[in-house]
């Protein structure tokens, strides 16, 4: 069975663009989630989708937002990029939304913004 | 809220020696423990989890983890490490606001030498 896929693997913006990721998860996952990973730390939380529904927001700005399609695919889109923006983005897929879920991630989206 | 920490930037062992990589937690209400572990340029691995039931958890590759809640940690052991085991490990929390949204720690780097 495939895994998460993420595209694209690698994403180089300027200041200012905006950016759109895309993640497709493990087939029959309804939960997507999405993370930012800066170099040199752990993983921290965007957003979280189930069934369509926005599930979870962490503490990110409004140029962030996301979205999950009927396939269960997600977008998360990036506005205004700034220097800080650069990092791994990470998309993770469960089953179900509970607690008990492990979370499943694909390789993630590498955006450098110059 | 919930948070863990990961005490130890780098973590160094010999192959075949056993191998500790140290968590601690904090949480309101019961924790939801998580292992994972990242290699170079790919997403996260889960290992294992801790819900409910037996302190000791096994996982994957021949890892385990010991829950201690008098001292509030998780900490992930192999009894004998391999070369191959060398990558950055996250320890994480499951968020108390509901659905399977995670808490990371900053990473260990976990360096096994031949």
């Known amino acids: 069975d495939a895994g998460v896929t993420q595209s694209p693997t690698h994403l180089i913006k300027t200041r200012g663009q905006h950016v759109t990721l895309r993640c497709s998860p493990i087939?029959?996952?309804?939960?997507v989630s999405w993370y930012q990973q800066v170099l040199g730390q752990g993983p921290q939380f965007i957003f979280q989708?189930?069934?369509?529904?926005?599930?979870g927001r962490g503490n990110f700005p409004d140029r962030f937002s996301a979205r999950q399609f009927p396939n269960y695919s997600s977008e998360l889109n990036v506005n205004a990029l700034l220097l800080g923006d650069s990092a791994l983005y990470l998309c993770?897929?469960?089953?179900?939304?509970?607690?008990?879920?492990?979370?499943?991630f694909g390789n993630g989206t590498r955006l450098t913004v110059t | 809220a919930q948070s863990v920490a990961q005490p130890e930037d780098q973590v160094n062992v010999a192959e075949g020696n056993p191998l500790t990589v140290k968590c601690t937690y904090s949480?309101?209400?019961?924790?939801?423990l998580f292992w994972y572990v990242q290699y170079p340029n790919r997403g996260l691995q889960f290992l294992l989890k801790?819900?409910?039931?037996?302190?000791l958890v096994k996982g994957s590759y021949g890892f385990e983890a010991e829950f201690n809640k008098s001292q509030t940690s998780f900490h992930l052991k192999k009894p004998s490490a391999l070369v191959s085991d060398s990558a950055l490990y996250f320890c994480?929390?499951?968020?108390?606001?509901?659905?399977?949204?995670?808490?990371f720690g900053a990473g260990t780097i976990l360096r096994v030498k031949s």
């Open positions: 993770a897929s469960s089953p179900e939304a509970s607690h008990n879920s492990p979370l499943h």
């Open positions: 801790y819900i409910t039931g037996d302190n």
């Open positions: 087939s029959g996952h309804k939960s």
């Open positions: 994480a929390v499951r968020d108390g606001g509901g659905g399977n949204k995670l808490v």
């Open positions: 989708y189930y069934e369509k529904e926005e599930r």
């Open positions: 949480v309101s209400g019961n924790p939801y």
